[in-house]
């Protein structure tokens, strides 16, 4: 079995407490936070580890991957003085496939229901059912009855023909049970994966960006993710495999100077626009086998753009043509946010509307009390998304007792949580 079997039941502490985990090319992160009364969530304790062992999405070495993973989640514990046995897992859109299809169901003679919605939701996984693939969310991005379209929610509605666009989102299955099994060895059970890109939107995206539609890209260390959102729904993944990495290396490789100078260079100094006096402010650069102490040698900030520059126009070029391929590209608007580590550099957001002819701003996570303001910037856009998707998923709390039924599952909780087709 590659998934372990979790409880039915929830304990009143497991009730009230929601985590997520994110998994990423530069770091691991945990997020924990804690359901108050009123309903609201409130963030108890964030723990961060430098990440080793997976490659786009995708996991090299198992042992390092885990250590980090164990890392990051007791630090979060430790800060909210909680214990862990399930959380929330963000995936890349590099494992991830993303298709919307078209299904009808016949509904003559009484008007739509619940079990309507997850027979047309069943309709759209079989159209597209694979062995190799896992699905991770099912979107219904509209709905038509007998001709009548932009019905939002179509429960109640009588018709002959119930029609729905419906985008769904899979994974390849071996990476998805890797991650599950380097998650079991830090003891924690997978409550459900995630897209990182929808999590960022979660987390990120006000209101009317939702409805009126916006583009948001992800800007991680090893790819950039972009999602279209649209009449509040998810209606577009895909990424790009190229981020902020990419830059470090452009920056080490030029100027000879180790990998951490490098990303040191590009966080303090590094910009994707020129500036008037960049020319003349000059920065010391440590060269590969100096000895402790060696000034090296000298650059301006205007040249160290230079070499950062063509990298960011590379990303947004290669977004732009993603995003020119797909029917949602125009009806999403000009609407852009920019989240993610990488999206922290100076000039980002006016680098990229300058190509993609958008207008944006830089995404930090909103929705969520108790988050410091250290935490509450790009790089932690997805991890605070899960609390939110987590929050979603569990419904009001209502702190019943667990059920007195088999506490066993032979597929787990991520098993039950796939064929329900959240």
């Excluded at 693939?133 to 509209?142: D, T």
Aim: with cysteine; hydrophobic share 40%; charged share 20%.
């Amino acid at each position: 079995m590659y998934f372990r079997s979790v409880r039915r039941g929830f304990s009143k502490a497991s009730e009230s407490v929601i985590a997520g985990l994110d998994i990423g090319a530069s770091k691991v992160c945990c997020a924990i936070a804690k359901i108050e009364a009123s309903g609201e969530l409130r963030v108890a304790g964030i723990g961060y580890h430098g990440s080793r062992g997976i490659k786009g999405g995708t996991i090299i070495d198992m042992e390092a991957l885990q250590s980090a993973v164990a890392q990051a989640v007791h630090m979060a514990e430790d800060a909210a003085d909680v214990t862990l046995s399930e959380l929330y897992v963000a995936i890349s859109p590099a494992i991830c496939a993303s298709k919307t299809v078209k299904v009808e169901l016949p509904v003559a003679g009484h008007p739509v229901d619940e079990t309507d919605i997850k027979k047309i939701v069943q309709l759209a996984i079989g159209s597209v059912h694979s062995e190799a693939l896992m699905g991770i969310h099912n979107i219904p991005l509209s709905y038509e009855i007998d001709g009548i379209t932009g019905v939002r929610d179509p429960r109640g509605m009588f018709g002959d023909m119930l029609r729905s666009k419906i985008h769904m989102i899979f994974a390849n299955k071996t990476p998805l049970r890797n991650i599950t099994a380097c998650v079991e060895r830090a003891h924690l059970d997978v409550l459900g994966f995630v897209a990182s890109v929808y999590a960022s939107g979660l987390s990120t995206l006000v209101e009317d960006e939702l409805d009126l539609g916006v583009t948001l890209l992800d800007m991680g260390a090893g790819s950039t993710s972009i999602g279209i959102f649209y009449g509040g729904k998810l209606g577009y993944v895909d990424q790009i495999p190229i981020g902020g990495a990419h830059v470090t290396s452009d920056i080490a490789r030029c100027f000879s100077t180790p990998l951490n100078q490098a990303e040191r260079l590009k966080t303090l100094h590094g910009s994707a626009m020129i500036s008037p006096t960049g020319m003349r402010e000059m920065i010391q650069v440590p060269q590969i086998g100096d000895e402790s102490g060696s000034k090296g040698v000298q650059i301006s900030k205007g040249e160290l753009t230079q070499v950062i520059r063509p990298r960011i126009e590379e990303i947004f070029e290669t977004v732009r043509v993603k995003l020119a391929s797909h029917p949602m590209y125009k009806i999403a608007g000009r609407r852009m946010v920019l989240t993610g580590g990488a999206s922290l550099m100076p000039g980002m957001v006016e680098m990229a509307g300058m190509i993609l002819d958008k207008q944006g701003r830089l995404g930090k996570p909103l929705h969520l009390q108790g988050m410091t303001e250290g935490a509450r910037i790009p790089s932690f856009a997805s991890t605070a998304g899960l609390l939110i998707y987590g929050q979603r998923q569990r419904g009001p709390v209502t702190f019943a007792p667990p059920r007195k039924e088999s506490l066993r599952n032979p597929l787990g909780r991520v098993g039950e949580w796939f064929r329900e087709n959240i």
